[in-house]
């Protein structure tokens, strides 16, 4: 795991241990959990927060986090969710021989739904009634996300809230849906686009040989990722209708699958051409519904820059960024430096995480590689971070790129970034000229 990967990991166990422990105790202990243990990340942050918060810090007792259902991804330990009971029943189980009282069915708020068990059987829950849902831990079934709510869990009436749900479908029969309403989650859909384009690829499915046809299909809402095992013979331009497609999402990004129980045929093409793709442009708030997206644009203000942002290290043999030139998977290693950023963005609809390579952080701050690095032998890596936060922070910036959710939400991959009405070279120039002087 790279720090990249790492960095929203050190930032929950910051935050569960408050003033328990610092960033660099947090690192420390998570390089010898994974690489010295070699546990899993779930197993290891569990490890660090009995170890360095002791028995007072449970998950339970942690500060716990507010989530909408759309932002769940199943690893979350202590969460506090808001929702209208869509669906409920109350069911007994045997647990260990013995029987059990419990209350279980679906959930929903206006980012999406997913079913809840309250392992407890004096919870009364009514079907149309918003509830306030303290410290669930869930879990992830089949792609679909279950809220649990166990014997320290809290629930409570919430009438002053109003929840407005989308109409949805819950059976899991095939309803017909825009391309931009897809969301992961929703199952068997049918959706009429036109093929952008076509691809044939040969894949190693458990040492056999597959082909996989897949491309991007569009409407005028929007487009998706599209594949199938079975030969359609989709060309690039043609309209179709697929009909029990099903949507299954990677990295929060969902994908539409032509599966066994696919029925495709071909449909007249009535879209405009104009709105072929649908508006790449999105608001924070489409993109938490979604989970995430290919080829977005987002505009907005840049609110925070995120650990890991300056002058890193990579390793020269397998490019990840690395800690104190050593590599998790070829030890001590002669690093290789780079410049990268990690900013959040915020809309005004909510707040997203974007990571921008080299390029992009000198196209948009001023600062090269070469800049950077001098600064950092004259004043330290601090020093350039900070500069480097100073160029961006509260600056209004249009980013775009493929947004993709991890364990921690939506992100994007930045493929172009400009930030407004401001002479970035100039300004870099004016900072070089003072530290030279400062020399
Ligand atoms: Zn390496």
Redesign the pocket.
């Given at each position: 795991m790279n720090m990249e990967e790492l960095t929203p990991h050190i930032e929950e166990l910051k935050r569960v241990l408050g003033d328990k422990a610092n960033e660099a105790m947090i690192i420390e202990e998570l390089d010898t959990y994974l690489n010295k243990y070699h546990l899993d990340i779930e197993s290891a942050k569990r490890g660090i927060i009995r170890k360095l918060g002791g028995a007072t810090v449970g998950f339970v007792t942690a500060a716990s986090v507010q989530k909408k259902i759309g932002e769940l991804n199943g690893t979350e330990q202590n969460v506090d969710i808001v929702a209208k009971v869509i669906y409920v029943e109350n069911k007994e189980i045997t647990v260990k021989g013995v029987p059990k009282k419990i209350v279980s069915g679906i959930i929903g708020d206006d980012t999406g739904s997913s079913s809840f068990t309250v392992w407890r059987g004096d919870v009364q829950l009514n079907k149309g009634e918003v509830y306030r849902l303290k410290n669930c831990y869930t879990k992830k079934w089949n792609d679909r996300i279950q809220v649990n709510l166990g014997d320290k869990g809290v629930v409570e009436l919430a009438r002053d809230v109003k929840i407005d749900m989308p109409e949805r479908n819950y059976s899991m029969s095939s309803s017909e849906m825009k391309i931009g309403e897809i969301r992961e989650g929703v199952g068997n859909v049918t959706v009429t686009g036109r093929i952008l384009t076509a691809e044939t690829k040969t894949v190693n499915v458990k040492g056999e040989q597959k082909t996989v046809f897949s491309g991007i299909i569009a409407d005028d809402t929007g487009k998706i990722q599209y594949s199938a095992w079975n030969d359609f013979q989709l060309k690039a331009g043609e309209t179709i209708c697929a009909k029990n497609a099903y949507i299954r999402a990677w990295k929060g990004i969902p994908q539409l699958n032509l599966g066994e129980r696919c029925e495709v045929s071909r449909v007249d093409d009535t879209f405009d051409e104009s709105a072929i793709g649908g508006s790449n442009e999105k608001t924070v708030r489409d993109i938490l519904k979604n989970g995430g997206g290919l080829d977005i644009t987002l505009r907005g203000d840049v609110v925070d820059i995120r650990m890991g942002s300056g002058l890193i290290k990579r390793?020269?043999?397998?490019?990840?960024s690395?800690i104190n030139d050593q590599?998790?998977?070829?030890g001590t290693?002669t690093p290789i430096p780079d410049l990268r950023m990690k900013f959040v963005l915020d809309d005004g609809t909510g707040s997203i995480s974007a990571i921008l390579n080299r390029e992009l952080t000198e196209k948009i701050t001023g600062v090269t590689l070469n800049m950077a690095t001098e600064l950092a032998k004259a004043r330290g890596a601090e020093f350039v971070a900070k500069e480097i936060a100073e160029r961006i922070i509260v600056k209004h910036v249009t980013i775009s790129g493929n947004v993709m959710s991890d364990d921690y939400g939506p992100s994007m991959i930045v493929k172009d970034a400009s930030l407004e009405n401001v002479d970035v070279e100039k300004e870099a120039r004016a900072l070089y000229k003072t530290v030279e002087a400062a020399l």
């Open positions: 390793c020269p043999e397998c490019n990840r690395i590599c998790m998977s070829h290693v």
